[in-house]
């Protein structure tokens, strides 16, 4: 039996739709879900196979932009537009996976650019600000 889920993750909602099986039952003809596979396996129980979310790509990077390294949240915005920056220099924290990661700025330059703030939910290779 196909149950469908509705599951949010870095607050976008995704419709996921999973096999359910009950030990000792052999999955027989194809899935009712497109895209949802069963292939047989030890003991007579079918495993489905993963169905994959839909990729979003994030912005491209220009010249100059620096970009979140992971996918998480920004909890703390270190610099702001007009700002001198050192190569080193830390530019924000991002929250991933209850780890907190510092951006540092790979270039000196002037802040021209704050595309994030506190709160925002970023996935990796994201531009998040642009040095000059």
Do not use: W
Request: no cysteine.
């Amino acid at each position: 039996m196909t149950r469908l889920f509705k599951v949010t993750v870095n607050g976008r909602e995704y419709d996921v739709a999973v096999l359910e099986l009950t030990p000792g039952a052999a999955s027989t003809g194809s899935p009712a879900v497109p895209g949802l596979s069963a292939e047989p396996v030890a003991g007579g129980v079918a495993a489905a196979a993963p169905v994959r979310a839909p990729v979003v790509a994030a912005a491209s990077a220009g010249a100059g932009d620096e970009v979140a390294q992971m996918g998480g949240v920004i909890v703390q915005v270190n610099v702001k537009v007009g700002q001198t920056v050192a190569v080193g220099d830390s530019l924000l924290v991002l929250e991933a996976m209850k780890m907190k990661n510092h951006l540092l700025a790979s270039r000196s330059g002037t802040v021209t650019r704050v595309l994030v703030a506190a709160g925002d939910a970023v996935e990796g290779g994201q531009p998040v600000l642009t040095i000059q």
